[in-house]
């Protein structure tokens, strides 16, 4: 009797131990990534981005007329860019380790976007052109929101140093903006943080792309680990997101400060002065949680 009772334990812990094999490996919950577009206006970005002649890096180390002939020469291109930055998109993310090998190349050229479309603006500045400069710096905002929408981590990084390109760009233009043109970077600055995705809708993506991607062994580990909060994602990938929120939610504060030094004669007293004319809410720091304050 004690015998059959045995055998009929082991049976059923046996049953159950292949029911949760099954369900690890067959179970598949709801995709943390977006549906893709049809058209998809990131096929678009990349296709304007490879046609782009790759700027120098630092563009304020060349004269005006070396700028001029390289931003000439990628006029087409990066009008190209402009018009697929108005088609809705995702990155086009794959379950396989071989689309990196097509991916990386895309992202190296969106990257190389970035520069051109912050040579245009370096141009245009140099030319005295402040608003078509503010212009083409929101366009590289764009472009960095563009890059990592729906992506993995890899995708966020190369989308972080976009928008840090064209948020130093507009850092620089500051000074020389008058009331309407920091209203309207204002605009876009708050409605690009709205857009702005949290580490851990990035994680979630991130995880399921490894075990989608990785296979049976991940994904019997990952079941066996405790949940870990954020420390799936690198601390330096934590660091760089923070790092790049706090730089644009900086010139957020001080686009809306310049605005309102402007259009009041004098600079505002506290940063709560902005609200809600300039800001619709006190930017807050990434690492702390509390407000930012005017420096």
């Known amino acids: 009797m004690r015998n059959r009772i045995v055998r009929w334990s082991l049976l059923a812990i046996g049953f159950l131990l292949v029911a949760v094999v099954g369900v690890l490996l067959f179970y598949s919950p709801p995709s943390s990534f977006p549906p893709v577009p049809q058209p998809n206006g990131y096929n678009a970005l990349t296709r304007a981005a490879s046609k782009l002649q790759r700027p120098p890096d630092s563009v ?81 905002l764009r472009l960095g929101e563009a890059v990592q929408r729906g992506g993995v981590l890899i995708d966020c990084l190369v989308g972080w140093a976009c928008e840090s390109i064209a948020v130093r760009r507009m850092t620089n233009l500051i000074a020389g903006l008058d ?26 993506r991130e995880k399921e792309w ?67 004319t300039y800001l619709q809410r006190l930017p807050l720091d990434p690492a702390t949680g509390k407000p930012l304050e005017l420096k």
């Open 60 to 140: 304020k180390k060349i004269s005006t007329e070396e700028l001029a002939e390289a931003v000439a020469g990628n006029s087409a291109a990066l009008e190209e860019l402009r018009r697929a930055l108005q088609v809705p998109g995702v990155v086009p993310v794959q379950m396989s380790e071989s689309w990196f090998t097509v991916h990386s190349p895309e992202l190296m050229n969106l990257k190389a976007a970035a520069w051109g479309l912050d040579g245009d603006a370096e141009l245009r500045s140099r030319r005295g052109d402040t608003n078509g400069a503010l212009l083409s710096a929101l366009d590289g």
């Open 179 to 204: 009331a309407a043109q920091c209203k309207k970077a204002l605009l876009a600055l708050q409605q690009h943080e709205a857009r702005r995705d949290s580490l851990e809708a990035i994680q979630k």
């Open 210 to 276: 490894c075990l989608r991607t990785f296979g049976i062994l991940e994904r019997l580990a990952a079941a066996a680990r405790p949940k870990q909060g954020l420390k799936f994602l690198t601390p330096d990938a934590v660091k760089a997101y923070d790092s790049r929120t706090l730089e644009i939610r900086l010139v957020l504060l001080r686009m809306a400060a310049r605005a309102y030094t402007l259009e009041h004669g004098t600079p505002p007293a506290q940063a709560a002065d902005l609200v809600p």
